[in-house]
């Protein structure tokens, strides 16, 4: 497994994978739909596999003393990878914002606030992708523009409802700066990461089986 | 002892079934796989590496390949029509890559390969030509030091002169105990080179030998009339500029048959069987 994430990182790591992690910036832009972050993880996957795809990656990985089912899981390692990375930078730019930003800048009218239950509800957004798209894509590997049109669709569907219940009444605690109802917000945000666990598992499982039944 | 062993091997299509194919190369052997095309020769190939889902068993030095998938690997290299991945990557960087998936890499040997072959590791994939990209293949493979080499028409698309150069590497190899399989279309390669040969057709094994033995069983003939021909039992007779051509069974009069003719003939007579 150790080789095939080295090989992910040196053969198949496109640049903008590592650009969009800086995309976790944007929680200082003010009165922003800051969950679009979480769509550009997705568009990064999708350049990876791209180039993959374009590289006759599978093929190739398959021939080298590897498990057939394990190529799926380096690629989904590595975007798991870069997911956690982009959820730290954007955990941290919210710590940021909310250490030494103004009590206006830190309540976002557009979409969800900046702050611990952000995280959580980011993390369900990438376990989204995850579950939708990497499943689509390994049943036939030759496939990834409409694995990746699904699964942004279904992301952006849960980003126009996080957006959309902001603004009902029963959610207000959840925008409110920190530490205001922390306990709330840290609920969402392990509920959040233990939703993007299990789908990453749900979507790994199901990846590494479909691949299995591929004809390369 | 085989380097590689098939029983049933099988792999189901909406409108093509491979197999069930049974058979063997022993260890040190040159085997040709030929066929025309769609015969399944490249199916075959990926099956044997696992590129495909397809039933039956393959074994490779004794080991079952869906057991001990990665022991198996380790043992082969595995060359499909040229190399065709990572056309912006340098050599370097995909041997850097590959090597850390053998424990038995040999940088040196990798090193020595690429002199040898006159490689650039500096230089990327899409900078090669065809016969250049088979040759860097072969050197992946020999630095892990694989013992079984699969390759699908590695010879294709070259010029006369790689395709010689290509062969001498293949008997070099052959010295060195290395088993090889390859599929190709140019039968005075197998002529050359080959131990054995596994002729399939439509997805069926029609021969399993040795190359002299299945040259020497045919004569070629031509015949006055197509009537001439079915007296002498000629098989898969075709139309001809001076008449009637068909493979006749030795001790049969008739020039010797090339592999490329032996191939045509049995065709046709399939053909006609169905």
Redesign the interface.
Known sequence: M???I??EF??CLHPMAIVFLSFAALVFVPNYPYEVIFFFSGLSVFFITLAARE???A??T???????RDVPLARILVAVMFQCALLLLTAGCVAIKQTFFSEEMRINLAGNSANLAFCGFGALLLGIFNAAFFPLHYRDPNKVGSPFLVSTAVQFVCIGGLVAVRHLPFYAPLTLPDPLNCGMKLAVLLGGLALYAGMTVFAAWLSMKRF????? | MYALETEGLRKVYPHFTLGPLSFSVETGQIAGLIGRNGAGKSTTLKALMGLIASEGTVRVFGRNFSEEEHTAKELMGYVGGGFRFYPDRSLAAIAKAVAGFYPHWNGETFRRCAEEYALVPAKKVRELSEGMKIKFALALALSHGAKLLILDEPTSGLDPLSREEFCDTLLALKRQDVTVLFSTHITSDLMRVADKILYLSDGTLLADEPIGELTARYRVNVFASSEAAAEARAIGVKKVKNGFEGLVMVPSDGREATLDEIMIHLECAKKEDV
Request: charged share 40%; glycine share 4%.
């Open positions: 150790k080789a095939l080295k090989k040196t053969l590289n006759g990656d093929t190739f398959c021939s080298l003393p590897v498990k057939k299995e039944k591929v004809d390369l």
